[in-house]
T-cell receptor, first 115, second 110 residues
């Protein structure tokens, strides 16, 4: 059983749709992350939240909008996506931002297809 | 120059073989090092941290060479279940976000 849970596991959406990805962690961590993994590319960090505040935003298009209502939940709101946004979206969590041992634990991911 | 570089492979080895992966990193401020394993269409999972003195976990041995800025992973007595992509991951001092390599694919055959 994973300590980080993502829903949905699979999502197909049209370019005009609005959808949200959800992540929940049960590990008592206080930093959460969204990563994007496209085919044949390394993991790309999208957003980082520490203590519910966004601390990093790596030039992600505005059609991706994160929300972190508390330290256990993270959302990624999607609207007017493009086909090239199709990818595996991974949520991760870790202990306090800037801690010395920041290994991250991942959710199972949402495989997104934009049609 | 990429921050974390790995040979993408695939490395094709028979069961029982010993296989080694290397990874180089470009930022000398890198402080923490990890190997993650990612199965096909699954999420990455922490395999082991890499300590300066080197560390071993069963059939897996990790080494760090700070002077040359590379990390290695040695797998002894390969099992079919070891087939996966192995991701080299570094953390730069002062930042909690991890930088991932592209991964090295290992295929262990009967």
């Amino acid at each position: 059983e994973t300590g980080v849970t993502q829903t949905p596991r699979h999502l197909v959406m049209g370019m005009t749709n609005k959808k949200s990805l959800k992540c929940e962690q049960h590990l008592g961590h206080n930093a959460m992350y969204w990563y994007k993994q496209s085919a044949k590319k390394p993991l790309e960090l999208m957003f980082v939240y520490s203590l519910e505040e966004r601390v990093e935003n790596n030039s992600v298009p505005s059609r991706f909008s994160p929300e972190c209502p508390n330290s256990s939940h993270l959302f990624l709101h999607l609207h007017t996506l493009q086909p090239e946004d199709s990818a595996l979206y991974l949520c991760a969590s870790s202990h306090l931002y800037r801690q010395a041992t920041p290994e991250a634990f991942f959710g199972q991911g949402t495989r997104l297809t934009v049609v | 120059r990429k921050e974390v570089e790995q040979d993408p492979g695939p490395f094709n080895v028979p069961e029982g073989a010993t296989v080694a992966f290397n990874c180089t990193y470009s930022n000398s401020a890198s402080q923490s090092f990890f190997w993650y394993r990612q199965d096909c269409r699954k999420e990455p999972k922490l395999l082991m941290s890499v300590y300066s003195s080197g560390n071993e976990d069963g059939r897996f041995t990790a080494q760090l060479n700070r002077a040359s800025q590379y990390i290695s992973l040695l797998i002894r007595d390969s099992k079919l279940s070891d087939s996966a992509t192995y991701l080299c991951v570094v953390n730069i001092e002062g930042y909690s976000t991890l930088t991932f390599g592209k991964g090295t694919m290992l295929l262990v055959s009967p």
